[in-house]
């Protein structure tokens, strides 16, 4: 009878919390790991997610958001594009996402570290210290009053992410939702387990909260789509109103597709379901007029597949709504970029005695390693890295160093070239020399590593270009690096020039070697000022 008893307390438990559990509103928000914790009872909160978010990205994002008190529940995942720095802001974030979600218990999900966070050789005690870095960063959330969510307790365990530590890290995150239910329910509370596989999810989420359509651009459509679709929702005239945003963006996408010619309202009416049904018999889908994954999934790779840009959506959105972004064709002047380089990140003259000597002071290994094989450099033009020496106008360019500097002996008997100097009388002649190796490099590098989509974005915008004539000083490897990355953000449907240039500038930002990742900062600087 005990036994029996026991089981009716559970049930009824259970009933208790599966009503809780589906009427919570649980959100997302953070970096890139957010898409992958995508799950059936939590909403991506996409205005607070971004790739390689940092701590200072979400605060400004923070600051601009609207209270919402109808969030009980927020995971956070930050802390790798800061490097698991910045731990002096963690109880003022903590603070913001308190102030705009003042209902909401917070959780820390602890970053899963990729094999490119590592350069690759590092010693036990270079992990042993990472490891003691990230749990300090972390520990700085718990001392906030946030609990933490983790795969692992190694950093060797946490590296790569898998589909398996996705799973764990979900299911963590499941029972935290389950556990606040349980402790705000404390009747029978002793020695109570639960499967969650019992609890019945709710087939809808909400992908965000906006309350009515407002791009900025087509990547932003396409982006959210994606998470659409990606959310196995259902979408029907039982859909609640809540979901009129998604209704609305496959209301557009049937629109441009089919050739129909809904209102885009955001209800799930007899038009939309007919448009639906009409789709699915035209893809050789069961004909149900309701949009489900599969239906979801086909609508959105036929929107790539067909181009829809951003003169389509506008067809569709009223312009008050839509305010698409417009860019005139940047001016600016080659050489005077290299100037700017040359007066603001590279400096003037060094020799190999002197990177040697300064070496032993370097604790960061990259940089280090970086200086130690530098040879003589002017305008960061390294003499032997890049046979800089062979150019046809780089050796032009050495031989009138040699002649002067007093480092080789055909300037036997003339002053040595001291650490920082610029050339003096030979200045302008020596800039010459740079904007014609250069400039033609650059042009050649562009050609050869950008698409032709990408590589009219880059010409036509100043940032950017200054982005990658400034990666031809760094070397081919990187401009290829940093080159791929653009082509696959404009492949993916990408093209707004300010969205392209945050994406340029976090890539060395926020870049695995370390001697790259410092000049982010200051080209950032430089970048502003143009």
């Given at each position: ?72 529940y927020i995971f956070i995942s930050i802390g790798l594009g800061d490097d698991f720095n910045k731990k002096e802001m963690i109880s003022l974030l903590i603070e913001r996402i308190r102030d705009v979600f003042p209902n909401a218990r917070i959780s820390a999900i602890q970053n899963i570290l990729d094999q490119d966070y590592f350069y690759g050789g590092e010693s036990e005690k270079d992990l042993k210290n990472l490891q003691e870095k990230i749990q300090s960063f972390y520990d700085d959330f718990k001392i906030n009053g946030v609990d933490v969510i983790k795969y692992g307790d190694s950093v060797i365990e946490n590296l790569g992410l898998t589909r398996q530590k996705l799973e764990v ?362």
């Amino acid at each position: 009878m005990k036994n029996i008893f026991n089981e009716i307390k559970f049930f009824r438990r259970m009933m208790k919390l599966n009503e809780s559990f589906i009427n919570s509103n649980a959100g997302l928000i953070g970096d890139d790991l957010v898409y992958y914790l995508n799950d059936e009872n939590i909403t991506i909160i996409g205005s607070l997610t971004k790739k390689n978010m940092t701590i200072m990205e979400l605060l400004s994002k923070l600051e601009n958001s609207i209270v919402d008190e109808d969030i009980d529940y927020i995971f956070i995942s930050i802390g790798l594009g800061d490097d698991f720095n910045k731990k002096e802001m963690i109880s003022l974030l903590i603070e913001r996402i308190r102030d705009v979600f003042p209902n909401a218990r917070i959780s820390a999900i602890q970053n899963i570290l990729d094999q490119d966070y590592f350069y690759g050789g590092e010693s036990e005690k270079d992990l042993k210290n990472l490891q003691e870095k990230i749990q300090s960063f972390y520990d700085d959330f718990k001392i906030n009053g946030v609990d933490v969510i983790k795969y692992g307790d190694s950093v060797i365990e946490n590296l790569g992410l898998t589909r398996q530590k996705l799973e764990v890290i979900k299911n963590k995150m499941e029972s935290s939702l389950i556990s606040k239910d349980l402790y705000n329910n404390k009747e029978d509370e002793e020695n109570l387990e639960i499967d969650s596989s019992l609890v019945t999810k709710s087939n809808n989420i909400k992908i965000e909260g906006e309350d009515q359509t407002d791009f900025d651009s087509i990547y932003e459509f396409l982006e959210r789509f994606e998470l659409i679709y990606k959310s196995k929702n259902s979408y029907s005239k039982k859909t609640p109103s809540g979901y009129a945003l998604d209704i609305e963006q496959i209301q557009i996408a049937l629109n441009f597709l089919t050739s129909s010619d809904i209102e885009v309202n955001g209800k799930y009416d007899m038009a939309t379901e007919d448009a639906v049904a009409f789709y699915q018999l035209d893809k050789g889908l069961p004909e149900t007029g309701v949009c489900d994954h599969d239906t979801l999934e086909e609508i959105f790779y036929d929107l790539k597949i067909k181009g829809f840009d951003e003169e389509d959506l506008g067809m569709f959105i009223s312009l008050p709504k839509l305010i698409m972004k417009q860019y005139g064709i940047d001016n600016y002047d080659l050489p005077d970029y290299c100037d700017k380089i040359i007066d603001n990140i590279e400096g003037g003259y060094a020799n190999e005695a002197h990177f040697k000597a300064s070496a032993k002071d370097i604790e960061n290994l990259d940089v280090r390693q970086a200086v130690l094989n530098s040879s003589e450099t002017m305008f960061g033009i390294d003499r032997f890295a890049g046979e800089w020496d062979k150019h046809p106008v780089g050796k032009d360019f050495w031989q009138l160093i040699d002649e002067n500097s007093g480092w080789a002996p055909e300037s036997a008997g003339k002053p040595k070239w001291t650490h920082g100097y610029m050339g003096g009388s030979l200045e302008g002649d020596l800039r010459d020399y740079v904007y014609d190796m250069m400039i033609p490099s650059y042009e050649d590098l562009k050609s050869a590593y950008l698409n032709d989509d990408a590589a009219k974005i880059v010409e036509e915008d100043k940032r950017l270009v200054m982005h990658f004539l400034y990666a031809t000083w760094n070397g081919s490897g990187f401009f290829q690096d940093f080159a791929n990355i653009i082509n696959k953000e404009v492949s993916s449907g990408n093209t707004d020039r300010d969205n392209l240039y945050q994406v340029a500038i976090d890539s060395r930002k926020n870049h695995p070697n370390d001697l790259v990742k410092k000049t982010g900062a200051k080209l950032e600087k430089l970048i502003s000022t143009l």
